[in-house]
């Protein structure tokens, strides 16, 4: 039985940028937290950001490496300052649960580039090449 994770890393980084942006929207209508609408807001833009140039790219049939390479970098700088900030302030909500989810998000980045190289080619281009 194969596993329901997709292949594309867009699949992944759209929604993940979404919720990024929306958990800063929540932390300064909850706290008045501006730096939580300026940090999850520009970084979960980012992401949706790179998220689109990385299906603009499959799309056109071109490498997205470089667009999941860097959606994994931002990932990585989100898991270990929410990782941090957790770590200080043992709050599951929202740094912990911030944390967790871009360490899930890094893992299925590592497969992503380094098991399956990348996001597989379109149904119409692997015909093509059959």
């Excluded at 980012?46 to 470089?66: E, I, N, Y």
Aim: overall charge positive; glycine content about 10%.
């Amino acid at each position: 039985m194969k596993a329901c994770v997709p292949r594309h890393d867009f699949c992944m980084t759209l929604p993940f940028g979404a919720v990024v942006a929306t958990l800063g929207v929540l932390g300064f209508v909850a706290k008045r937290s501006f730096a939580s609408l300026v940090a999850g807001g520009s970084i979960g833009a980012t992401l949706m950001c790179l998220g689109f140039a990385s299906l603009r790219a499959w799309s056109s049939g071109a490498s997205s490496l470089p667009w999941t390479a860097a959606s994994a970098a931002v990932t990585a700088t989100l898991a270990f300052a929410m990782g941090k900030k957790y770590m200080e302030s043992s709050a599951i909500f929202p740094s912990g649960m911030l944390a967790l989810t871009s360490m899930l998000m890094l893992c299925f980045y590592a497969k992503n580039l380094l098991v399956d190289g990348g996001n597989p080619p379109k149904e119409s281009q692997m015909a093509k090449s059959d």
